[in-house]
């Protein structure tokens, strides 16, 4: 120790813990103090100390399957670990995972790409940020259209990448769904690049093949546009339609990044694996990503590798289809109770795991415990409050949206019937 410096106690510890610490300030940078947290992980995060505080809450908030992890898949992984794939990768991953990405996407999605164009990163969530951090430079004015309501990160990544979002509002009479129209129209000199998402967090709404090619019809006509296209819930499609990708359409193609992971399908959103596909400048996004990634994170965990192979595989397919249909049921379960609360409009899921009804005809009102609702933000707050049960307010999810409050139906009927029943009482109970 230097002349004068102290060693830390206990006591300095109890004081670190402390909010009113004197000690010192550290200046925290202005791009993180002026960054929103992501309101979907702030409600999740809510249950889970209620929850560790001995409250029971009925949790509509997290985005995550509640099933385990396919068997299959998770011995694939502790087959990697004993076997000693411990060590670093290549930063954009290893071969044969990306080989059985690119063969993936071109067997179902009809993109035509190889194991070059894949980088697999941190979850689907790190795949976007890196995406757009390849795409975007602070000071230049560039501009990426969202279709609203879209997923509460959207706009951060966009912005912590020096760029700002353009939010393509839509409405629950229409499904949530934008059209070619209206993409059009929001084209201008300074749009770097749209961000596509479906099935969609959190509408649960899914674009046809049809609606997805009349928007590419108008993308084809602005080649400065790149398409970033966000597919994590391809597999959870309860309406009939069949996933389509964008990245399929051979004039886009060199410029559409389309974005998955492990994390929805087979669920495993704690493994934290996703990736990217981006066959533009003859593999050189990819790389460029690839570039970012070994200054950031590196490698993913080593030994997820092979779970990554299997789940991919006809192997994991049944077990797929199987929480598939559970979601299907619970869909059908959730938006009939919903479709029952007082002067509540809701549009029937037919994709993810996740309801959006609007809830605004009650704003004004005030709750049998007494708190005035005046938005989504309070309607939620007090229903935790009073009901104990957890939504997401809709304000993140868009301009368009700060009427709505999203329910995740990645939990059991029971849980459902229970939830929702209770929200229909609150509801009921407002005045
Ligand atoms: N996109 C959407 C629309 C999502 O809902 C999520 C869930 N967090 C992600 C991307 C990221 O998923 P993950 O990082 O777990 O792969
Ligand atoms: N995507 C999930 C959700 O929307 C998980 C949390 C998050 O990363 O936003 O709830």
Partial sequence: MVAGLREASARDVDRARSSDSDACMIQISQRVTGLKPSATIGVDARVKALRASGVEVISFGAGEPDFDTPANIRDAAIEGLNTGKTHYTLVEGEPAARKAIAEKLKRENGIACGPEHIVISAGAKHSLYLALQCLLDPGKGQEVIVPTPAWVSYRPMVELAGGSVVELGTKIEDAFKVTAAQVERAISAKTAAIILNSPSNPTGMVYSKRELTAIADVLAKHEHVVI????????????????????????????????????????????????????????????????????????????CYPAIVEALSERSAEAVETMRKQFAKRAELIFGIVSGWKDVKCAKPMGAFYVFPDVSAHFGKVTPGGRKVESAKSFAEALLEEEKVAVVPGEDFGKCAEGCVRLSFACSEKNIEEGCGRIGKFVAGLK
């Fill in 228 to 303: 970033v296209t966000d597919e994590i819930y391809e597999k959870l499609i309860f309406s009939g339609e069949k996933a389509f990708s964008i990245g399929s359409i051979r004039e886009l193609a060199e410029r559409t990044v389309t974005v998955n992971g492990m994390s929805k399908a087979f669920a495993m959103t704690g493994w934290r694996l996703g990736y990217a596909c981006a066959t533009g400048n003859g593999g050189g996004f990819a790389k460029a990503m690839t570039k970012l990634q070994g200054q950031m994170t590196s490698n993913v965990t080593s030994f």
